[in-house]
């Protein structure tokens, strides 16, 4: 168990809200797959893939095996797709917990052909994920080498093609999605000229269903008598990756930590590693228990605030591995034990993961999956 006085609080709430939101956007002909990564962004695989399953998800997207050998332990009968592929040593898993990787590099299909000879499975038993690079140039089978992959889903193989999939780099720009949309669509042609046809079309992530940019998708799949498939993680969270807040959508984690310690200093007198704060005037300090060792980025020094007695309460001095220290001199009575909150709202004052973001120059993203492993994550309604 865990004493040392910070969590998050992730709002079971506030994802089910988003969750459904997300379904209305996507469309009743439209499958959701909820995006569970990472940690579920930081906010706790185990906490959010139950919450989400037992609310009627059915597919989740994670990175690795590893994560989805994790995730089959929580959700029985969920499908569950691996981002990253299959990697030597990985095969046998994919089979013994009935994953579905994504694919695109032939040495990926013989890895799972020769082990679904191995275990003798029946032909297209196992479901893959095929993605094709449209311009994202990270992974996905390029369009030369499409023909030639196509080739290894015959009848005999053990592999079924049930996605065709792809990912969009600037969701939140019409051209080169445009193109990309095109590239695919010829992509799935080339599919259907070869006798193939995937139950799914798996494209578009947050920002697509948010701002319902590629409809062509949706018609696209349509037109070849499948089903579209977005697979939406941030929003889920709460956070729109286009804009600094999006009214519809809820925040799902508050981060919080308790005051472990107060001091009054003099002014002149310097506060943390490098003496880089300088008290102005008579300051009282709080000190928190989060440093970057816990995720809160180091950058935020002087910088950043926390919450505490419903007012932001700035960074004063370096943020240490451990700990933190934050100005709560214009903030009356003040307590040990009292809750700070470096993610989340406090009476009517808010901290949210996309303007942390700002003040460290990266993403809500990145925020919210630097929240290490060492702070607890609580499920709240
Ligand atoms: C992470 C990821 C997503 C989800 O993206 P969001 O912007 O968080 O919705 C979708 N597809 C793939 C392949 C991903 O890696």
Not at 239 to 251: F, M, W
Not at 356 to 364: C, D, Q, S
């Amino acid at each position: 168990m865990t004493t040392r006085p910070i969590w998050a609080e992730v709002s079971r709430k506030n994802l089910l809200h988003n969750y459904r939101l997300l379904l209305r956007l996507a469309g009743e002909s439209t499958e959701l797959m909820a995006v569970v990564k990472a940690n579920a962004y930081g906010h706790g695989l185990e906490l959010c893939a139950r919450a989400l399953e037992a609310e009627g998800a059915r597919w989740f997207g994670v990175t690795s095996v590893e994560e989805a050998i994790t995730l089959r332990t929580v959700c029985p009968a969920a499908r569950i797709v691996a981002f990253s592929g299959v990697w030597p040593g990985e095969a046998a898993a994919v089979f013994e917990h009935r994953l579905t990787p994504v694919v695109w590099e032939a040495w990926q299909l013989d890895l799972l052909e020769e082990e679904g000879r191995r275990r003798g499975v029946a032909a297209r038993e196992l479901p893959v994920h095929l993605e094709i690079d449209t311009g994202m140039s990270r992974q996905g089978v390029q369009r030369e080498n499409l023909t030639d992959l196509l080739t290894r889903f015959g009848e005999r193989s053990p592999l079924r093609l049930e996605a065709a999939m792809t990912h969009f780099h600037s969701p939140d720009r019409p051209e080169p999605t445009e193109l990309q949309m095109e590239g695919f669509a010829a992509a799935v042609e080339t599919i259907e000229q070869s006798g193939l046809r995937p139950e799914f079309l798996s494209a578009g992530s947050s920002a697509d269903v948010l701002d319902q940019s590629t409809r062509a998708v949706t018609e696209l799949a349509r037109r070849y008598k499948t089903r579209r498939m977005v697979r939406t993680g941030l929003a889920l969270y709460g956070y729109s990756p286009q804009r600094e807040a999006d009214a519809e959508l809820r925040p799902v984690l508050t981060w919080k930590a308790r005051v472990t310690s107060l001091r009054d200093v003099e002014a002149g007198t310097k506060v943390g590693y490098g003496g880089t704060f300088t008290a102005q005037r008579r300051t009282r300090l709080a000190l928190l228990p989060v440093g970057y060792a816990d995720g809160l980025s180091r950058l935020l020094s002087n910088r950043g605030y926390a919450l505490v007695g419903g007012e932001r309460a700035p960074v004063a001095g370096r943020i240490s591995m451990d700990q933190a220290t934050v100005d709560v001199t214009d903030i009356p009575d003040v307590r040990v034990g009292d809750e700070a909150v470096l993610i989340g709202e406090q009476g009517t004052v808010r901290v949210t993961a996309s303007e942390l973001a700002e003040l460290t120059g990266t993403i809500p993203y990145e925020v919210l999956c630097a929240i290490a492993p060492r702070v607890p994550r609580k499920m709240v309604e």
